[in-house]
């Protein structure tokens, strides 16, 4: 229980099992899962179930964010606009890649099957370890003028829960050649941006979302 790779690998088994299983699985059957002997590895190592979602989440944060953060600066080094294709493309780029650099299978789907959790689903974006994401949705937010402040904080809302499914669905496909994966990976960054931008007749009939700020930053 002691071991250095002890606490990599419950994280592993853990996104993998709670991906597969959902987030009430067992904590001894993730602590087995990773090859543990001791049923209380997981309490041990994180504190609770909570704490090791958390862990998961975090696990992959720090460079999710440099990456946002470097197309950021690569997209105000162009001088392009800030639309709201360029936006999400920036926040869900990294996505696709930055997770399973660092060795995850199920990053996606364990997300998909954690959204209710408050580490996942309402983070606090003033938080040192949101920037770049905090700066992303503060201009998307500004970016759908055509909006009202209630239809733009529900989209943003909604955004999470759609963009957890697509990537999800993108994970478990078997996409062979990289030509298959782009052709996807643009597809959801399309659809995402459709549910950003698409009008609606008489807005605030059926939205009743409170106040006038991006979710997250208040």
Same mark, same amino acid.
């Given at each position: ?93 990294? +996505? ?5 650099? #660092? ?8 997300? #998909? ?30 970016? +759908? ?13 909604? +955004? ?59």
């Amino acid at each position: 229980m002691n071991s250095p790779d002890a606490r990599e690998l419950i994280l592993l088994a853990g996104e993998r099992t709670i991906a597969e299983r959902g987030p009430d699985v067992a904590l001894r059957d993730i602590a087995v899962a990773a090859g543990q002997r001791n049923n209380s590895a997981v309490h041990y190592h994180f504190g609770s179930r909570d704490g090791l979602i958390t862990a998961i989440l975090e696990r992959h944060q720090p460079a999710l964010e440099n990456r946002r953060t470097e197309l950021l600066a690569d997209h105000e080094a162009s001088g392009a606009p800030d639309s709201v294709a360029a936006l999400v493309t920036i926040l869900v780029r990294p +996505m696709f890649d930055v997770p399973y650099a #660092e060795g995850s299978t199920h990053y996606a789907r364990f997300l #998909e099957q954690a959204r209710s959790h408050p580490a996942v689903s309402g983070p606090d974006l003033h938080e040192k370890r949101w920037h770049a994401t905090r700066v992303i949705v503060a201009r998307l937010y500004r970016a +759908m003028p055509d909006l009202t402040p209630a239809l733009r904080r529900y989209r943003l809302l909604a +955004m999470s829960t759609v963009m957890f499914a697509l990537l999800a669905d993108y994970e478990r496909q078997e996409l062979s050649t990289a030509a298959e994966r782009n052709d996807v990976q643009d597809n959801i960054i399309a659809m995402i941006v459709g549910l950003l931008t698409e009008p609606v007749a008489r807005q605030g009939a059926a939205v009743r979302a409170s106040g006038s700020k991006p979710p997250g930053i208040s």
